[in-house]
């Protein structure tokens, strides 16, 4: 194609930026107004009407995808041509220049490899680890808290470009004049000794908190930059920090690339962060009036969470002043009423080039084609149902599932949607990266790769064994009737023998545990020459793993094909040589909670597009639903920042949430519709987001009302199953039989309001359970001091700390699956807990009449006729009652820093009632209360009690009878995760998945 046809197609300010070859140019360019089709023709209108080589050109997108998109339209117009323009990210850009110039850049990089993710959280918590208990980095009890805050404050210092000493200046410098000019630090008004204008003590301090957190921040940077230097490894952010170092002080590369590239065009240019901003500068400084085009639209900049800086865009025209400024105002994608609800919203803000900004629709879409909705719900499974129905008329209509596209503000609706609508029939992709490590199929490979590592002698220990074989073996694929493998589990811990030993003497076994064992064994033979992903690939087949994956009733054969694909990928690329190793590895990036995530794919064409706005930047689609526009969502909540971070810019957040808002509404050509709903999942009230309020306008036809009324959808298909999993008859007899010995307890009751299904399996069936190091850390707390309290009782003397300590080390010694790292831990938190308890409490030893550990069970307790059991830490006995009883105050020890007691009081008031069911014991509870191990913040311990009313010991019984009646039919509710706090979420799926997987 000749230059002068990509010229005809474009409009007049199109064609004046292509056609403005000399001195700088600013390009607003808004949604679907071709701006990729615009740096397109600039390129072929400089290959093709000056003499410009393709070499001589450097155009810097956003992302890879945007690079290869740019790369293919223009060898449609020059051929191969294309090929030698430097169309190119900015971090790709960086590493071609290290490339090019490996003298200048080996002083810095040298051999150094990026280092992984998970390379950088063990370096941050080795660091961590050398901290002293006091650092305001390491909080007792938590060490890692302000691990992922970190990483985020590192990575915003250094697109900005900032290194470690000038970071250091530029804090202690802006700080103070920061809180200064702040007025929510002072007082307003005169309030007891305080007068207007005064500081506020409380705000002075979280200052000198945060103050002191950052310059630790600062330290540990430095250690880190250490440890990844010795490490020969680097950060992706040292990139172009590198590459701007360079071209500061080696004059002749900068010359050099100066004088290569002679037209610069940067995409997207919105987006780009200090650091990035810098290269530009460096590239261009040499002219007064450098050929530099850069395109972007103020009202799009929604990446501040990356380091993206809205002043760069801002700020062009100041540096250069003579600058062309061109602003697209004709778009080619939207209806012109979408685009003037767009402009509605988004002219909220303050922070905008052009506060008359707005566009023209030149677009094919028609009258007949637009549909503007706006619906109000109850609640957030009404509103699934409600899209889903008007899903299912757009592709009844004729309109091709991928051209529908559900656009989300955080990731977890995203999935909820995508489940909601799968379970409605409706295709979907939803287009999340998530950890393979979370994936069932996943989790049970590496349990049976772990399992195969101990079928070869280890010396591991059988409680470990144990667990593995038991969640190994009770996997879907091998068909085993979970009875046999529990009675099998029950044999083996009797014997105390060694897992390899153990399938190796068994000889009386059912056909398929014996197909199992044999494949174990064999496999470990057959494979014990290979490495890693070989086992890996071996196991797969061997196992049954892969074909039960891939049979046509799994709905997530391909996710799940794709997540076990990434995982042996992994394993490959570790360059780990053996199997206990690659196990290791994966431990870790469970406990440290870093993520494996597969490739990034574009989805299911041909289904309905499920994604969350930021990832729909630079997409269209024909119908766009915009859900959960509540004030918890949009905007988006957000935590303080309690990290100082140096601000090269203000930024309103609200404005960006409004302009995240914008993008997604002009992601739509012809049909948009809105929702919100008065309740979340869980069913609190929300208030609409109040950009809900700035769209109003007569543009909706029938605004906030439905079409069909809620309550004629059938919301079916989104409740959860009623009738999990049905269990084998032996399973069945199995449970019967427990449940003639089963007592409840708290944590019993706990886990049932929870997931009926984590008490079937834990309490019932006894799966053993992995250790816990903060469980493992509370039990040797609590036998340590029943011992020392128990000593005192019986002898009447007060033992030293020493012998404290001695106790909790005993118990501690006895944990079997605690790692090296986890035990040198939980040893040192537990040391440091017990010395300043028994140094705050030493006084106090020998002054109370106590009881130690009370053990219920013996007394046969019941809570209106169900059968309770439970163990108290203390029992402090008060004075004698003339019902010849005595009174006592029942106190529970928590390892934990002080929590409100509304946290316990559920577990305070089983403990009373317990009590009140023992009567052999002759005592009346008159408190229940507290005590923790560890001081607050004051410094000071708390030991608060409460005494339970009536009305929760009422509610206790009514909690217990009714999941006593269940229990005893065997009915196990299954729960819609969805309605349980967030925090906890996570735990029903999976007991759920177990069940579906297990039963």
């Not at 969470?305 to 760069?312: K, P, T």
């Not at 780990?576 to 597969?598: F, G, M, Q, S």
């Not at 949430?657 to 309740?679: D, G, I, K, N, P």
């Not at 007569?698 to 059938?714: G, H, I, N, R, Y």
């Amino acid at each position: 194609m000749e230059s002068k046809d990509i010229l005809s197609q474009l409009n007049p300010q199109q064609r004046l930026a292509v056609e403005t070859t000399q001195g700088p140019v600013m390009v607003v360019a808004g949604p679907g107004t071709g701006k990729t089709h615009l740096l397109t023709a600039r390129i072929v209108h400089l290959l093709q009407s000056t003499d410009t080589l393709p070499t001589e050109i450097l155009c810097l997108t956003y992302t890879d995808a945007g690079a290869v998109a740019m790369r293919q339209r223009l060898a449609r117009h020059v051929g191969p041509a294309a090929h030698r323009v430097m169309i190119r990210t900015f971090h790709s850009f960086c590493d071609w220049v290290m490339a090019e110039y490996p003298e200048e850049f080996w002083p810095l990089r040298g051999p150094r490899q990026i280092a992984s993710d998970l390379d950088r959280t063990l370096f941050y918590r080795q660091i961590i680890d050398t901290l002293s208990a006091q650092s305001p980095l390491r909080p007792f009890g938590d060490p890692y808290l302000w691990q992922r805050s970190f990483f985020s404050w590192l990575s915003a210092l250094k697109r900005e470009g900032f290194t470690p000493d000038q970071a250091r200046q530029h804090i202690t410098r802006a700080a103070e004049a920061d809180f200064q000019a702040n007025p929510s630090n002072f007082y307003k008004r005169k309030q007891k000794e305080h007068q207007a204008g005064d500081e506020k003590p409380a705000e002075r301090k979280k200052h000198t908190e945060k103050l002191a957190r950052t310059l630790e921040c600062l330290t540990v940077w430095q250690h880190l930059e250490t440890l990844t230097a010795q490490q020969q490894l680097h950060d992706f952010d040292d990139m172009i920090h590198w590459v701007n170092h360079v071209l500061a002080t080696h004059p002749i590369v900068k010359s050099d690339l100066q004088e290569r590239f002679q037209y610069i065009m940067v995409d997207e240019y919105q987006d780009t962060n200090g650091s990035q901003n810098q290269i530009l500068w460096h590239l261009t400084d040499y002219w007064e009036s450098p050929n530099l085009m850069v395109v972007g639209d103020d009202d799009q900049a929604i990446y501040r969470f990356q380091g993206a800086s809205l002043q760069n865009i801002l700020d062009f025209t100041t540096r250069f002043p003579s600058a062309t400024s061109i602003s697209l105002k004709q778009n080619y994608r939207s209806h012109q009423h979408i685009l003037d609800l767009s402009y509605q919203l988004v002219r909220h803000n303050a922070q905008r080039l052009d506060p008359s900004k707005a566009l023209t629709a030149a677009g094919p879409v028609t009258d007949n084609r637009l549909a503007l909705t706006r619906h109000t719900y109850e609640t957030p499974m009404e509103e699934a149902v409600a899209i889903g129905h008007t899903i299912q008329q757009l592709l009844s209509a004729g309109i091709p599932a991928g051209e529908v596209a559900l656009l989300c503000r955080i990731n977890r609706h995203c999935n909820f949607f995508a489940q909601s609508l799968s379970r409605l029939g409706i295709p979907v992709s939803n287009r999340q990266r998530t950890d393979i490590l979370q994936r069932p199929v996943v989790r049970a490979l590496v349990q049976l790769l772990d399992l195969w590592a101990h079928v070869i002698p280890t010396g591991q220990s059988p409680t470990h064994t144990d667990v593995l074989l038991i969640e190994s073996l009770l996997a879907p694929w091998w068909g085993h009737d979970p009875a046999a493998v529990y009675a099998l589990s029950r044999q083996r811990r009797r014997s105390q023998t060694l897992i390899d030993q153990f399938l190796t003497d068994q000889l009386d076994l059912p056909d398929t545990l014996a197909h199992s064992f044999t494949t174990l064994v064999r496999t470990a033979s057959d494979s014990r020459h290979l490495g890693p992903s070989g086992v890996v690939e071996h196991l797969l087949h061997q196992s049954g793993l892969l074909e039960y994956v891939l049979r046509p009733e799994n709905p997530d054969r391909w996710v799940d094909l794709l997540a076990l694909q990434t995982l042996q990928q992994w394993v490959t690329d570790s360059r780990l040589t053996d199997t206990p190793a690659v196990i290791e590895r994966l431990k870790l990036h469970t406990d440290t909670h870093t993520p494996i995530l597969p490739p990034l794919t574009g989805g299911r064409p041909d289904a309905v597009q499920i994604l969350t706005t930021h990832r729909a930047k630079g997409l269209e689609y024909e119908a766009v639903f915009v859900p959960q526009l509540t004030a918890r969502t949009w905007p988006k909540s957000e935590n303080k920042q309690k990290i100082y971070m140096p601000q090269t810019q203000h930024p309103d957040s609200l404005e960006e949430e409004r302009r995240l808002l914008f993008v997604a509404l002009t992601r739509a050509r012809a049909q948009l519709h809105l929702s919100t709903t008065h309740t979340l999942p869980d069913g609190k009230t929300v208030s609409t987001s109040p950009h809900w309020h700035e769209l109003d306008s007569d543009l909706w036809p029938d605004p906030d009302t439905a079409d069909t009324p809620p309550s004629s959808f059938d919301i079916t298909p989104l409740l959860p199953s009623q009738r999990p999993a049905s269990d084998s008859a032996t399973t069945h007899a199995l449970l019967l039989d427990r449940l003639t010995h089963f007592r409840w307890s708290y944590t019993a009751l706990r886990d049932w309001l929870l997931c009926p299904l984590k008490v079937k399996w834990k309490h019932l069936l006894r799966v053993p359970q992995r250790t816990n190091p903060s469980l493992a850390l509370g039990s040797a707390l609590h036998t340590a001091l029943e011992k020392f309290f128990d000593h005192f009782n019986t002898t009447g003397e007060v033992q030293t700390l020493p012998q404290l300590q001695q106790y909790f080390d005993e118990h501690l010694q006895r944990e079997p699956n605690l790692s090296p790292a986890d035990h040198r831990l939980s040893s040192e938190q537990g040391h440091h807990i017990l010395t300043h308890y028994f140094e705050a409490h030493a006084h106090t030893f020998g002054q109370a009449n106590t009881l130690q550990e009370v053990n219920l069970r013996p007394y046969a307790p019941t809570i209106g006729e169900v059968p309770v059991t439970g163990k108290i830490d203390q029992i402090i006995l008060g004075e004698p009652l003339p019902d010849g009883t005595r009174a006592a105050t029942l106190i529970d020890y928590k390892s934990s820093k002080p929590k409100s007691l509304s946290n316990y009081q559920d577990q305070l008031v089983m403990y009373h009632a317990l009590v009140t069911a023992s009567p052999q014991l002759q005592l009346t509870p008159v408190a229940c209360g507290l005590q923790f191990l560890q001081a607050g913040d004051n410094g000071q311990f708390k030991a608060p009690t409460f005494t339970p009313s009536p009305e929760q010991l009422a509610a206790l019984t009514t909690q217990l009878t009714t999941a006593h009646q269940q229990l005893l039919t065997l009915d196990f509710p299954v729960i819609d995760p969805q309605t349980v706090d967030y925090r906890q979420r996570d735990e029903v799926i999976y007991w759920q998945q177990f069940d579906d997987q297990h039963a």
